[in-house]
């Protein structure tokens, strides 16, 4: 079931301040997107007006080119996940799961034996057998939220929308889920939606990415071009550690204003005049200069590896920034070296160019 | 030693002040013995003070129940404009003075009152007849309901009822299958609360009842006219049996936790 999302608006109650701001969204159908960006960005509230839980002040969802006005014309057909599973407390986990099944008008509603059977189905499906009898009080977090999936599910809803689904679970039980979520995504062949904070959740599990700020999409992308062409500073900022060089491009060659940085070629395109670049921390690499007045030493003082990068901080100036080496070449020579940040993506006004 | 201190104090200060009078008022009442006392319960005035009492309070309670989760309801999830006034007006009935709030139901429906002579001339009798008597009970326990759900609903959230909305329920069903098992706890207690004050109120019974005998005295009315007429045991036996009445329905309110505490045992 593909989601279209038109021109979406939306103040907050009593106000001027616009939570959406124009916000237009295509969704095709079987694809899994994340919705990320800072808190207060709007995704969550984005992810609440697809599922018609808040009003907007003007634009339109459409669900199979199909507009939705109410929640009622979404009931069943839109699975919810709430980042703090909402599951109900008095009810038996299998009752939990069986809830969107049993509040159907009599004449939809299917015997009491098939949904007993849909439970059953369901319980395995989130390798939760054995549990139905139980009350969600008694289950672990992860638990929890595989019957809130389940409860989601139960309807066979073509469209799942996850708010921050993995937020409150340990981070080894969130590794486990994530890629399950991912399989099962799959093999249900849903259209989902996933809100979370966690960029690096979201460039794991997401085949597009979408980035919010204030209200607004940022840029919409798979993950490998939101790393490779981030179309803001921002953008760049919030995938991941990145350092900033700001500088100048003369006659093709960007100079950075820190002397310990060597000089790159930039693509054509790019005009002469101020400009930042901004790299990640892994992509730098140091070099011997090639003229001798360049030689100036490096400060690299080691803080531990993470994945296979040893980790270092720079004293390059008055500033101090983040540099990682591959293991393998950590013990290498800092001595009578300068940085080399030809990799770097270049922005100017903040927006990418090049 | 200090905890043993204070321990004790509380103790005999509970029994001197909550413990002594219902004690006392059933040492009143059996004094003649128990068969004389029961006697007093026979006369037909003493059986109407109790039918009208009894009859008065289901009303009371049925009608603050529905409407206190309702308006709890409405306050605690919906934000709208004159939403604190509402709140502040539920409570006012815990402000104001009875004997005030029986007052100004004489002053819509009394025979000087704003609506009394219109209703008069259709032989609607609201004071000093049962319907006024109602709506003084109503307006004294209105506000126990709310207020003892309002905070259990407020904990509750909203998440839940989403939840059952976007599974596919309606009104009815996210309150009755959601909400209200949600907040039982809280609601029993407040219809009991409500059962207890609406069994014993006199002051705003006592201004809009007229006090006739047999057809608008409520049982504590029934007991000061008692006591007035020197009819010490009659009047003790009626306010012993109404002090029970009261306490049986504070009582029921920890039974749920009774229970759980059993199954928990046994489990």
């Given at each position: 079931?593909?989601?279209?999302?038109?021109?979406?608006?939306?103040?907050?109650?009593g106000?001027?301040q616009?939570?959406?701001?124009?916000?237009?969204l295509?969704?095709?159908?079987?694809?899994?997107?994340?919705?990320?960006?800072?808190?207060?960005?709007?995704?969550?509230t984005?992810l609440r007006?697809?599922?018609?839980?808040?009003?907007?002040?003007?634009?339109?969802?459409?669900?199979?080119?199909r507009?939705?006005?109410s929640?009622?014309?979404?009931a069943?057909?839109m699975?919810?996940v709430?980042?703090?599973?909402?599951l109900?407390?008095?009810?038996?986990?299998?009752?939990?799961?069986a809830?969107?099944?049993?509040?159907?008008?009599?004449g939809?509603?299917?015997?009491?034996?098939?949904?007993?059977?849909?439970?059953?189905?369901?319980?395995?499906?989130?390798?939760?057998?054995?549990?139905?009898?139980?009350?969600?009080?008694?289950?672990?977090?992860g638990?929890?939220q595989?019957?809130?999936?389940?409860?989601?599910?139960?309807?066979?809803?073509?469209?799942?929308?996850?708010?921050?689904?993995?937020?409150?679970?340990?981070?080894?039980?969130?590794?486990?889920?994530?890629?399950?979520?991912?399989e099962?995504?799959?093999?249900l062949?849903?259209?989902?939606?996933l809100?979370?904070?966690d960029?690096?959740?979201?460039?794991?599990?997401?085949?597009?990415?979408?980035?919010m700020?204030?209200?607004?999409?940022?840029?919409?992308?798979?993950?490998?071009?939101?790393?490779?062409?981030?179309?803001?500073e921002?953008?760049?900022?919030?995938?991941?550690?990145?350092?900033?060089?700001?500088?100048?491009?003369?006659?093709?060659?960007?100079?950075?204003?820190?002397?310990?940085?060597?000089?790159f070629?930039?693509?054509?395109?790019?005009?002469?005049?101020?400009?930042?670049?901004?790299?990640r921390?892994?992509?730098m690499?140091?070099?011997?200069?090639?003229?001798?007045?360049?030689?100036?030493?490096?400060y690299?003082?080691?803080?531990g590896?993470?994945?296979?990068?040893?980790h270092?901080?720079?004293?390059?100036?008055?500033?101090?920034?983040?540099?990682?080496?591959?293991?393998?070449?950590?013990?290498?020579?800092?001595?009578?070296?300068?940085l080399?940040?030809s990799?770097?993506?270049?922005?100017?006004q903040?927006?990418?160019?090049? | 030693?200090?905890?043993?201190?204070v321990?004790?104090?509380?103790?005999?200060?509970?029994?001197?002040?909550?413990?002594?009078?219902?004690?006392?008022?059933?040492?009143e009442?059996?004094?003649?013995?128990?068969g004389?006392?029961?006697?007093?319960?026979?006369?037909?005035d003493?059986?109407?003070?109790?039918?009208?009492?009894l009859?008065?309070?289901?009303?009371?309670?049925?009608?603050?129940?529905?409407?206190?989760?309702?308006?709890?309801?409405?306050?605690v999830?919906?934000?709208?404009?004159?939403?604190q006034?509402?709140q502040i007006?539920?409570?006012?009935?815990?402000?104001?003075?009875?004997?005030?709030?029986?007052?100004?139901?004489?002053?819509?429906?009394?025979?000087q009152?704003?609506?009394?002579?219109?209703?008069?001339?259709?032989?609607?009798?609201?004071?000093?007849?049962?319907?006024?008597?109602?709506?003084?009970?109503?307006?004294?326990?209105?506000?126990?309901?709310v207020?003892?759900?309002?905070?259990?609903?407020?904990?509750?959230?909203?998440?839940?009822?989403?939840?059952a909305v976007l599974?596919?329920?309606?009104?009815?069903?996210?309150?009755?299958?959601?909400?209200?098992?949600?907040?039982?706890?809280?609601?029993?207690?407040g219809?009991?609360?409500?059962?207890?004050?609406?069994?014993?109120e006199?002051?705003?019974?006592?201004?809009?009842s007229?006090h006739?005998?047999?057809?608008?005295?409520?049982?504590?009315?029934?007991?000061?006219?008692?006591?007035n007429?020197?009819?010490?045991?009659?009047?003790?036996?009626?306010?012993?049996?109404?002090?029970?009445?009261?306490?049986?329905?504070?009582?029921l309110?920890?039974?749920?936790?009774?229970?759980?505490?059993?199954?928990?045992k046994?489990?």
């Amino acid at each position: 079931m593909s989601i279209e999302v038109c021109n979406l608006v939306r103040l907050a109650p009593g106000t001027q301040q616009r939570l959406l701001d124009d916000v237009s969204l295509k969704v095709p159908d079987g694809a899994f997107v994340a919705l990320v960006g800072p808190s207060g960005a709007g995704k969550t509230t984005l992810l609440r007006a697809i599922a018609g839980l808040d009003g907007c002040n003007s634009g339109s969802v459409l669900l199979d080119d199909r507009p939705m006005t109410s929640v009622k014309d979404r009931a069943g057909r839109m699975g919810f996940v709430f980042q703090n599973y909402a599951l109900f407390p008095h009810m038996t986990v299998a009752r939990n799961i069986a809830f969107g099944l049993d509040v159907l008008p009599r004449g939809e509603r299917p015997a009491r034996s098939a949904i007993a059977k849909r439970v059953e189905e369901l319980l395995e499906l989130m390798q939760l057998q054995g549990m139905g009898g139980k009350h969600p009080a008694k289950l672990s977090g992860g638990q929890r939220q595989r019957v809130a999936l389940a409860r989601a599910l139960a309807t066979g809803p073509r469209v799942l929308l996850l708010d921050e689904p993995f937020g409150a679970l340990d981070p080894i039980v969130r590794r486990s889920i994530r890629t399950w979520l991912r399989e099962l995504h799959d093999t249900l062949g849903l259209t989902t939606i996933l809100v979370t904070h966690d960029q690096e959740e979201a460039l794991e599990i997401a085949d597009r990415i979408v980035v919010m700020q204030s209200g607004r999409i940022m840029q919409d992308a798979s993950p490998q071009d939101l790393d490779e062409q981030p179309a803001t500073e921002f953008v760049m900022e919030f995938l991941g550690e990145a350092v900033s060089f700001s500088g100048e491009v003369r006659h093709g060659r960007m100079i950075a204003d820190d002397a310990l940085v060597l000089p790159f070629a930039v693509p054509e395109g790019v005009t002469d005049g101020p400009i930042t670049a901004m790299i990640r921390p892994y992509e730098m690499t140091i070099k011997k200069p090639g003229s001798a007045q360049d030689v100036l030493s490096l400060y690299a003082a080691p803080r531990g590896t993470r994945n296979g990068y040893r980790h270092y901080t720079l004293q390059l100036g008055e500033r101090i920034i983040p540099f990682y080496r591959p293991v393998e070449a950590a013990d290498a020579q800092v001595q009578g070296v300068a940085l080399d940040i030809s990799r770097a993506r270049l922005f100017r006004q903040g927006l990418l160019c090049g | 030693m200090t905890r043993y201190l204070v321990w004790g104090a509380s103790w005999l200060f509970i029994l001197l002040v909550l413990v002594t009078p219902p004690a006392m008022v059933l040492t009143e009442a059996l004094k003649d013995g128990l068969g004389a006392s029961l006697a007093t319960l026979s006369d037909p005035d003493a059986q109407s003070a109790i039918w009208l009492t009894l009859r008065v309070s289901v009303v009371a309670v049925v009608l603050n129940t529905i409407f206190g989760i309702l308006a709890a309801w409405v306050l605690v999830k919906f934000r709208f404009p004159g939403r604190q006034f509402l709140q502040i007006l539920v409570e006012l009935p815990l402000s104001i003075s009875p004997v005030v709030s029986g007052l100004v139901w004489l002053l819509l429906f009394g025979a000087q009152g704003w609506f009394g002579p219109t209703l008069e001339r259709w032989n609607i009798h609201i004071a000093f007849a049962v319907p006024g008597i109602i709506l003084a009970t109503l307006f004294v326990t209105l506000p126990y309901v709310v207020r003892t759900v309002m905070p259990v609903m407020e904990v509750q959230g909203r998440d839940a009822e989403e939840a059952a909305v976007l599974a596919g329920a309606g009104f009815w069903q996210v309150l009755w299958h959601v909400t209200l098992p949600g907040v039982r706890g809280a609601l029993l207690s407040g219809v009991l609360l409500t059962t207890a004050r609406a069994l014993g109120e006199f002051g705003a019974v006592s201004v809009v009842s007229g006090h006739i005998p047999g057809e608008t005295e409520t049982m504590p009315l029934h007991i000061e006219n008692l006591y007035n007429g020197y009819q010490s045991v009659a009047a003790f036996t009626m306010a012993a049996l109404l002090a029970f009445m009261a306490m049986s329905a504070v009582l029921l309110r920890s039974a749920p936790d009774w229970i759980a505490r059993l199954q928990e045992k046994k489990a």
